[in-house]
């Protein structure tokens, strides 16, 4: 039965694509009609009171699951800013660096299945798992995918569904570079996967893995016509925003930035570390919105097909450290978060907001 069930959300969700429609989990669906010269205008906050949350993923309703990392719970976050806690996922470490509870991902059958998918740090290695959310409590604890091998840092941790039906998932390469380039490891890569983690369909090795060559990837989007773009984290020199393409090698450890060897891709962007460090992006608007940590700001990219256009620098300083930016479903508006309570932010338990942007 759960391969048939995935076998129809994948050709559902194939034939919204060609109607030129994307589902909500994807981060790039449901926003009003792109408009080339939007731009970020009012901000707002939504909630505060948060020590680093991570994921964020919506729910059919409106509203919002969000993961805290160090605490491991996990949040329902209405649009007014009412949050109720929902539940502590179980199996989850700290590494005492950016390990914990990372990524979330709604089901896009929620209402059917009531499934949620979590990726984060245990006692074996980070993994991917899933437990079912029936409005009220949290229950069913699952791993789906384990063997992603942990470090206190480079953990990756983004989870989206994309546009295919097919659960995407981003691995650091645990502070071991050689790993993005093995094939064979599960670290440093973008991995696609069914909702019971195993191979999708089409994946380019017949495995998990769909791209490797990746350092710390933390944000990956799609864009009205279903291409992949990802955010990574670099390591003393650039910062890439790329065009993730099946099967493709994105260079890392050979390559940080640009990248001219034969067989590796070069990203479409790339920043100093000290102007990006980059966590979640989003798509809205005829741009790419992504979160900055190190750098502190937001950057919005604006994208024609394959190409990405000059960037520009929003919020510069004025929050701390973003790490997670989503497109609000239905509206032509951001949700933005910071951990600046994490060890490079600083600041105390509880000093974290979500932030609603809107776009004029």
Partial sequence: MKSHRNTLVAAAATTALAAGLLLTQTGAGNAAPARADSAPSDI??????????????????????????????????????????VGTVPNVVTTGGEGGLMGLAV???????????????ASDGNRIA????????????????????????????????????????TTGEAQTPDLAQDKNSLNGKILRMTTDGKPAP???????????????????????????????????????????????????????????????????????????????VTYADGALYMAALRGERLWRIPVDGTSAGTPKAYYTSSYGRLRTVE????????????????????????ADKVFEVGLK
Avoid at 70 to 85: A, H
Avoid at 145 to 165: A, E, S, W
């Fill in 44 to 85: 707002k906050t939504v909630s505060s009171g948060w020590s680093i949350p991570w994921g964020l993923s919506w729910l059919p309703d409106g509203s919002a699951l969000i993961t805290e990392r160090d605490s491991f719970k996990l949040y329902k976050l209405t649009q007014s800013g009412t949050r109720t806690q």
């Fill in 202 to 280: 089409g994946n380019p090795f017949g495995t998990l893995v769909y791209s490797y060559g990746h350092r710390n990837p933390q944000g990956i989007t799609w864009d009205p016509q279903g291409r992949l773009w990802e955010a990574e984290l670099g390591n003393s020199k650039y910062d890439e925003l790329n065009l993730i393409e099946s099967g493709k090698n994105y260079g890392w450890p050979v390559c940080e930035g640009e990248c001219s060897t034969s067989g590796m891709t070069s990203p479409k962007r790339q920043w100093s570390v000290g102007d990006a460090s980059p966590s979640g």
């Fill in 107 to 121: 089901s896009p059958n929620w209402s059917s299945d009531h499934a949620i998918y979590l990726m984060h740090t």
């Fill in 130 to 169: 899933r437990m079912t959310y029936d409005g009220s409590s949290l229950s069913g604890y699952k791993a789906i995918v384990t063997g992603i091998k942990k470090n206190k840092y480079h953990n990756g941790g983004r989870l989206k569904f994309g546009p295919d039906g097919y659960l995407y998932a």
């Fill in 327 to 350: 497109t609000v479903p239905g509206e032509n508006t951001l949700w933005l978060s910071t951990t600046n309570a994490d060890n490079n932010g600083g600041e105390p338990d509880g």
